[in-house]
C-alpha cells in the first residue's frame, strides 16, 4: 500500500485549515488552496496561534512547529493541487460547487490522484461522476476543531475501491485518528444522530422549556456531554449546521431533520455562533453570555 506524500486542500476555512494543521503536523508536505488571499492569510494566522497553544501545553515542541510551518504553503492556484497526491476537498456544502470543483480538478490533476470530500452531508455517489474516477473517490469527514477532535469518519462509495478505502484510512491514522467506516447513506454515522439531537435543542429553547445556559448545562452533567448542544451549533456555526439540517431533511425526509424556525431565523439575521461573534451566545465577553433569542 503506498502512502500519500503530498497533500492538497481546497478551502481554507475552519475545516479546511484544520485538516491542513494536522496533516503538516503529522509530517506532509501541504498545500492549501482557497480564492482569497485574505482568507489564506487568516487560515495561516490560525495555524500559526494553534501549533503555538501546543507548544506551551507541552503537546509539541517548538522545533516541530517550525518543522510543521515549512511543510505548509497557500496559494490561489487550483493547478497547484497537480503536485497532490491526495486533494482533500474543504469547501461549503454545495453539491453544485462541489461538482463544478471535482469536475476542474478531474482536469488537472494526475488520474492517480486520490480525491476526498469532508462533507458531512451529502451522498458521495452525487459527486462521484464529477470526479472522473470513482474507484478513487470517498468521504473523509472530520469534526471540529479538527485539531482537537479524535475522530474521522471514512464514507466509503458504491465505487470507492478496497485500496482506496484501505490507504484514507491509514492516512487518517497517521494523523492520530480514530476511524470510523460508513456506508454512503444521509448523515452516514455520527451527523444521523446528531443532527437531530441540536434540531430538538433548538426547539426547546423556541418552547421555552428552559434558558440556554441550563439546556446546555443539563446536558454536560445529565449525560456526561464535553459540552451543551447550544454552544455546540455556535461552535459548528449555526449557518453550516442548518444546510446539513436541510441536506438530511430532503433526503430522508423526516421532520426531526428540519431545521427549527427559530434556527433559520439567527441565520437569516447573520448570527451564525463563534464566527460572528454572536449565535446563542454573545462572544463580546468572557465568558459568553447567553443571547435572548426566543
Not at 490561489?76 to 453544485?96: F, K, Q
Not at 468521504?139 to 479524535?150: E, Q, Y
Request: aromatic share 6%; proline share 6%; charged share 25%.
Amino acid at each position: 500500500m503506498t502512502p500519500f506524500a503530498r497533500i492538497g486542500v481546497v478551502g481554507a476555512g475552519l475545516m479546511g485549515h484544520g485538516i491542513a494543521q494536522v496533516a503538516v503536523a503529522a509530517g506532509f508536505r501541504t498545500i492549501v488552496r482557497d480564492l482569497d488571499d485574505s482568507v489564506l492569510d487568516g487560515a495561516k494566522r490560525s495555524i500559526e496561534r494553534s501549533l503555538e497553544k501546543f507548544v506551551e501545553k507541552r503537546a509539541l515542541q517548538a522545533a516541530q512547529r517550525t518543522e510543521a510551518l515549512e511543510r505548509l504553503s497557500f496559494t490561489t492556484d487550483l493547478e497547484a493541487m497537480v503536485e497532490a497526491d491526495l486533494v482533500i476537498e474543504a469547501i461549503p456544502e454545495d453539491l453544485t460547487l462541489k461538482n463544478e470543483l471535482w469536475e476542474r480538478l478531474a482536469q488537472i490533476t494526475p488520474a492517480e490522484t486520490v480525491f476526498a470530500t469532508n462533507t458531512s452531508s451529502l451522498a458521495i455517489a452525487d459527486m462521484a461522476p464529477a470526479t472522473g474516477r470513482p474507484d478513487r473517490f470517498l468521504g473523509l469527514h472530520f469534526f471540529s476543531p479538527v485539531p482537537m477532535m479524535p475522530l474521522v469518519e471514512v464514507v466509503r462509495g458504491g465505487e470507492t475501491s478496497v485500496e482506496t478505502l484501505d490507504r484514507i484510512s491509514e492516512f487518517a491514522r497517521r494523523l492520530g485518528k480514530e476511524v470510523i467506516v460508513a456506508r454512503d447513506a444521509p448523515g452516514f454515522i455520527v451527523n444521523r444522530l446528531l443532527v437531530p439531537y441540536l434540531m430538538d435543542a433548538v426547539r426547546v429553547v423556541e418552547y421555552g422549556l428552559g434558558t440556554i445556559p441550563d439546556i446546555d448545562l443539563g446536558m454536560k452533567l445529565g449525560c456526561g456531554h464535553p459540552m451543551g448542544p447550544l454552544t455546540l451549533l455556535d461552535l459548528i456555526g449555526l449557518d453550516t449546521a442548518c444546510r446539513v439540517a436541510e441536506v438530511l431533511h430532503r433526503g430522508l425526509h423526516e421532520e426531526r431533520f428540519a431545521p427549527p424556525p427559530l434556527l433559520r431565523r439567527l441565520v437569516a439575521e447573520g448570527h451564525l455562533g463563534r464566527k460572528t461573534g454572536r449565535g446563542f451566545y454573545d462572544y463580546a465577553t468572557e465568558p459568553p453570555v447567553a443571547m435572548e433569542v426566543a
